[in-house]
């Protein structure tokens, strides 16, 4: 299938989605009964499939065994039935006990769900065992004004202060006494709330509770999987409708990238190698994608250089595959040393990386900076991937999660000591740098950013203008890899 008519049909796919989400909130349809395409989690009759659990970082329970984890969920469900009862199909809560958790694990998502509590009540909904999309009286008379619930419900209240998505964008709760109704999506840790029909968040990153307070760079982002838990926190809350639809690879796809924004240029035209240089010959297009081919390499770039910039792709691995992106290559060499970096795209799970560094493993900027494991789709299934490089940092975002947020300027320790002299570039090619294995790309466009400010020395600030102005013109343009030069390269030792 060409590009454009892959674009095209990721473009129909999420404008029909909001359609048929608003069909799915308005309709009438029979309590607890799942609509097509969900699984109801909750039947109206009983708690099969759900166990308690509080707000508790799930990283130890989920080293333990399948046994033990089960002897776990069985000890919760005393607590949960002095504290949780069905009513006429409705499951209700008295405000205290365990949070009612699913049994099993969800990545990516969309959930219905309805609710009607009291005044003065708090509650939420934890995804993938990360607090919380915030439920609470929006009115004065609730008393927590002073902490955001005259804002309403629906936001993502455990986000840093300020951060897109801590607080609704409208208020959109119901009077008390009145149904409310949740639609939740979520791909990686990119969130949307719907509340009553009305979008309150949108396309925001949900914050990993459980690594509040530690830098940026060493902020991990949600898990890859977890359970659904609904909150119980001080007054009586029912919930009915409980459904769940799991989000496949593609639709997420195009969830997640819709329509490239205005200042994104396709670099790859889906039929040849139309602006590109290097060992092109060691690449095909197959199907509107570039692929190494099997046994080949070298790095493959674009003729048009770049300083600061937002690139978006697609990729995919076969088993074991491995290749890495290009960023700011001088047009020769091994970019991981003489370009600002080379971003792993590496099958990571498979077993004959187990043994790899850190800085070696998919999204990590060889050598030098470590990315987040665990949110790769299977070997075979498209991954999409968006890289931001401005001045000297450089931030990854795979499926909806940020895996690497790295200034590298900062970097002193080096895997094997080997230093990256190429690693303070200020421009350079985009391109890929493939190992012997056909790991395919599509979809790749790229959007210019405004030149970072560079700071001036007060020796240089005294230079006449002159000097100044012959200094900052743009470094020359280095001569493309020659033949040899480019088989060497295939030949090297896999990363």
Same mark, same amino acid.
């Given at each position: 299938?060409?590009?454009? #008519? !892959?674009?095209?049909?990721?473009?129909?796919?999420v404008? +029909?989605?909001?359609?048929?989400a #608003?069909?799915?909130?308005?309709?009438?349809?029979?309590?607890?009964?799942?609509?097509?395409?969900?699984t +109801?989690?909750?039947?109206?009759?009983?708690?099969?499939?759900? /166990?308690?659990?509080?707000?508790?970082?799930?990283r130890?329970?989920? *080293?333990?065994?399948?046994?033990?984890?089960? +002897?776990?969920?069985?000890?919760? !469900?005393e607590d949960?039935?002095?504290?949780?009862?069905?009513?006429?199909?409705?499951?209700?809560?008295?405000? /205290?006990?365990?949070?009612?958790?699913?049994?099993?694990?969800?990545?990516?998502?969309?959930? %219905?769900?309805?609710?009607? &509590?009291?005044?003065?009540?708090?509650?939420?909904?934890?995804? *993938?065992?990360?607090?919380?999309?915030?439920?609470?009286?929006?009115?004065?008379?609730?008393?927590?004004?002073?902490?955001?619930?005259?804002?309403?419900?629906?936001g993502?209240?455990?986000?840093?202060?300020?951060?897109?998505?801590?607080?609704p964008?409208?208020?959109?709760?119901k009077?008390?006494?009145? %149904?409310?109704?949740?639609?939740?999506?979520?791909?990686?840790?990119?969130?949307?709330?719907?509340?009553?029909?009305?979008?309150?968040?949108d396309?925001?990153?949900?914050?990993?509770?459980?690594?509040?307070?530690?830098?940026?760079?060493?902020?991990?982002?949600?898990?890859?999987?977890?359970?659904? #838990?609904?909150?119980?926190?001080?007054?009586?809350?029912?919930?009915?409708?409980?459904?769940?639809?799991?989000?496949?690879?593609?639709?997420?796809?195009? !969830? =997640?990238?819709?329509?490239?924004?205005?200042?994104? *240029?396709?670099?790859?035209?889906?039929?040849?190698?139309?602006? %590109?240089?290097?060992?092109?010959?060691?690449?095909?297009?197959?199907?509107?994608?570039?692929?190494?081919?099997?046994?080949?390499?070298?790095?493959?770039?674009?003729?048009?250089e770049?300083?600061?910039f937002v690139?978006?792709?697609?990729?995919k691995?076969?088993?074991?595959?491995?290749?890495?992106?290009?960023?700011?290559?001088?047009?020769?060499?091994?970019?991981?040393?003489?370009?600002?970096?080379?971003?792993?795209? =590496?099958?990571?799970?498979?077993?004959?990386?187990?043994?790899?560094?850190?800085? #070696?493993?998919?999204?990590?900027?060889?050598?030098?900076?470590?990315?987040?494991?665990?949110?790769?789709?299977?070997?075979?299934? %498209?991954?999409?991937?968006?890289? &931001?490089?401005?001045?000297?940092?450089?931030?990854?975002?795979?499926n909806?999660?940020?895996?690497?947020?790295?200034?590298?300027?900062?970097?002193?320790?080096?895997?094997?000591?080997?230093?990256?002299?190429?690693k303070?570039?200020?421009?350079?090619?985009?391109?890929?740098?493939?190992?012997?294995?056909?790991?395919?790309?599509?979809?790749?466009?790229?959007?210019? !950013?405004?030149?970072?400010?560079?700071?001036?020395?007060?020796?240089?600030?005294?230079?006449?203008?002159? +000097?100044?102005?012959?200094?900052?013109?743009?470094?020359? @343009?280095?001569?493309?890899?020659?033949?040899?030069?480019? @088989?060497?390269?295939?030949?090297?030792?896999k990363?």
């Amino acid at each position: 299938m060409k590009l454009r #008519q !892959l674009a095209v049909l990721s473009i129909l796919l999420v404008t +029909a989605l909001p359609a048929f989400a #608003q069909k799915r909130d308005k309709c009438e349809h029979k309590n607890n009964v799942a609509p097509e395409g969900f699984t +109801a989690l909750f039947n109206g009759k009983d708690l099969v499939g759900w /166990h308690g659990m509080s707000t508790t970082d799930p990283r130890p329970l989920w *080293k333990l065994s399948e046994e033990e984890q089960a +002897a776990k969920r069985k000890e919760t !469900l005393e607590d949960i039935n002095a504290h949780w009862s069905i009513e006429d199909g409705e499951l209700v809560n008295d405000g /205290h006990g365990l949070y009612l958790t699913t049994d099993k694990n969800y990545g990516d998502f969309e959930l %219905w769900i309805d609710y009607k &509590t009291v005044a003065k009540a708090d509650s939420g909904i934890y995804l *993938k065992a990360n607090p919380q999309v915030q439920i609470w009286d929006f009115t004065e008379e609730g008393g927590k004004w002073g902490i955001g619930a005259d804002k309403g419900s629906g936001g993502l209240w455990n986000n840093s202060k300020g951060s897109k998505g801590k607080d609704p964008l409208v208020l959109a709760d119901k009077p008390f006494g009145e %149904w409310n109704r949740f639609r939740i999506r979520v791909i990686g840790s990119r969130t949307w709330v719907w509340l009553n029909s009305k979008l309150v968040v949108d396309n925001a990153i949900h914050e990993n509770f459980w690594y509040r307070g530690k830098p940026a760079a060493e902020k991990a982002p949600a898990f890859p999987e977890g359970p659904i #838990q609904l909150q119980t926190h001080g007054g009586e809350i029912r919930w009915r409708n409980i459904s769940i639809r799991e989000i496949p690879s593609e639709e997420a796809i195009g !969830l =997640l990238r819709g329509s490239d924004p205005e200042g994104f *240029k396709s670099v790859f035209n889906g039929e040849d190698f139309s602006g %590109w240089a290097g060992p092109i010959a060691n690449y095909e297009v197959i199907d509107g994608a570039i692929r190494c081919k099997q046994g080949k390499g070298g790095t493959i770039y674009t003729e048009e250089e770049y300083a600061n910039f937002v690139a978006r792709l697609e990729f995919k691995l076969p088993p074991g595959g491995n290749n890495g992106l290009a960023i700011r290559y001088p047009g020769s060499g091994d970019t991981a040393y003489v370009g600002m970096c080379e971003l792993q795209v =590496l099958d990571s799970e498979h077993p004959k990386y187990s043994k790899l560094d850190t800085r #070696q493993y998919h999204g990590s900027a060889y050598g030098m900076a470590p990315a987040f494991r665990g949110h790769l789709r299977d070997a075979g299934e %498209w991954n999409y991937q968006e890289v &931001t490089v401005d001045g000297s940092t450089i931030k990854v975002e795979l499926n909806g999660n940020i895996i690497l947020n790295a200034d590298l300027s900062k970097v002193s320790d080096y895997m094997g000591n080997r230093p990256h002299p190429g690693k303070d570039r200020v421009s350079g090619h985009f391109g890929f740098a493939g190992h012997s294995n056909p790991v395919e790309f599509r979809n790749v466009s790229i959007k210019r !950013l405004a030149d970072s400010p560079k700071p001036v020395a007060k020796k240089e600030e005294e230079k006449p203008k002159k +000097a100044e102005a012959k200094k900052e013109k743009p470094a020359k @343009k280095e001569a493309p890899a020659k033949k040899a030069e480019a @088989k060497k390269e295939e030949a090297k030792p896999k990363k």
